[in-house]
């Protein structure tokens, strides 16, 4: 499952990112090389499995999420490979945006506990879009939708309602 992998990935790629300047050469080096290899791969397993092919469902944003954060983070080091994948992981993410603005009541398919996965990844890309591209996605559903979250809380936030498909 590349899920857990792209949850260390992302976290992994923020952390390089956030510290890179305190690393000494060497340690830069060898983090960079982990992470080029494990958002490579995730980049060419994505080409072959149904989350590289598909648009709504936890596993997509999550682990296209992670790839495009690596290929960020990574762009001093492989510019060409790099933007090949945050190409394709900024097309894959914004087609997700487009399709879920069709949802007029800003739910997800998979409810409240899946539904956060997507939700909280494509929150990230909308801070990177804006960041790095310059872009500003927001869109009708990314409005709804946190109108929907807090419909399925329970008072006192202490739980949510499970909907799911």
């Given at each position: 499952?590349?899920?857990?992998?792209?949850?260390?990935?992302?976290?992994?790629?923020?952390?390089?990112?956030?510290?890179?300047?305190?690393?000494?050469d060497e340690q830069q080096q060898?983090?960079?090389?982990?992470?080029?290899?494990?958002?490579?791969?995730?980049?060419?397993?994505?080409?072959?499995?149904?989350?590289?092919?598909?648009?709504?469902?936890?596993?997509?944003?999550?682990i296209t999420m992670a790839i495009?954060?690596?290929?960020?983070?990574?762009?001093?080091?492989h510019k060409e490979e790099t933007?090949?994948?945050?190409?394709?992981?900024?097309?894959?993410?914004?087609?997700?945006?487009?399709?879920?603005?069709?949802?007029?009541?800003?739910?997800?398919?998979?409810?409240?506990?899946?539904?956060?996965?997507?939700?909280?990844?494509?929150?990230?890309?909308?801070?990177?879009?804006?960041?790095?591209?310059?872009?500003?996605?927001?869109?009708?559903?990314?409005?709804?939708?946190?109108?929907?979250?807090?419909?399925?809380?329970?008072?006192?936030?202490?739980?949510?309602?499970?909907?799911?498909?």
């Amino acid at each position: 499952d590349e899920v857990p992998v792209s949850h260390s990935l992302t976290g992994m790629a923020t952390a390089f990112d956030f510290l890179k300047d305190r690393l000494t050469d060497e340690q830069q080096q060898r983090y960079a090389s982990k992470i080029y290899n494990v958002t490579k791969n995730l980049y060419d397993f994505g080409q072959n499995k149904g989350w590289g092919r598909c648009y709504i469902q936890n596993h997509v944003a999550s682990i296209t999420m992670a790839i495009l954060n690596g290929a960020i983070v990574l762009q001093s080091y492989h510019k060409e490979e790099t933007s090949v994948w945050r190409k394709w992981a900024f097309r894959h993410l914004n087609k997700t945006l487009v399709l879920l603005d069709t949802v007029i009541d800003g739910s997800m398919n998979e409810g409240t506990a899946y539904g956060s996965y997507t939700t909280r990844s494509l929150t990230q890309f909308l801070f990177v879009a804006k960041r790095h591209y310059n872009v500003d996605l927001t869109n009708f559903w990314v409005k709804q939708h946190y109108d929907f979250l807090l419909g399925t809380t329970l008072p006192g936030f202490s739980g949510v309602i499970g909907i799911a498909d």
